[in-house]
């Protein structure tokens, strides 16, 4: 239902768009691309530049990518690629980024990967990527922004004149628009 190539194409588009890496590096994971999810892992936790989320609604997505899901799931790689020592020290890395220090999946994490067992990557759920909300779709009929033309001042008195016409000598004190403007 993916393909990486869909992202290869997003992330041309924004080089830093780190929920692009994300979904990216899920997609070749599940191709058992190990070796490209974990550098699309990495350039995801890199792209957060030091935040502990991005919030992506400002680009019309609803959802927040977290540092520690992005190192759970580098994590999740590291596992397939039988590096568990690697997997273990992402994992502590995660607790840090974990907000309030709500461990529990983590601490669930490590005991998996101390017996060495899989870890299933986190994933943005299906729909809340690059699907705007109805009702900010709805509103994306098209808006004159700037109005109806209006005459704001003119030498003519009592001028109704509204549109554009190409300038031309005048008579002193007086004005006659061109056959065509009066159209």
Known sequence: CFSPQAFDKTIEKDNSLA?????????????????????????????????????YKQLGLRHILCAWEVLYSTAAVQCHLQQWQEARVT?????????ERRTA????????????????????PLGELFRPRKKEVEQL???DFLGKPKVISS?????????????RPQKQGFYEPSANALR
């Open 141 to 143: 009929d098209s808006k």
């Open 19 to 55: 929920v692009g890496y994300f979904q990216r590096g899920f997609v070749h994971l599940q191709l058992e691309m190990y070796e490209e999810a974990l550098s699309d892992y990495h350039m995801a936790f890199n792209h957060l530049r030091q935040n502990p989320f991005i919030d």
């Open 91 to 99: 994992l502590e890395k995660a607790v840090v980024w974990r907000p």
């Open 155 to 167: 030498i003519i008195p009592n001028d109704e004149y509204i549109g554009f016409e190409p300038l």
């Open 105 to 124: 999946i983590l601490e669930l994490a490590l005991e998996r990967v101390q017996d060495h067992l899989f870890l299933e990557p986190m994933l943005v």
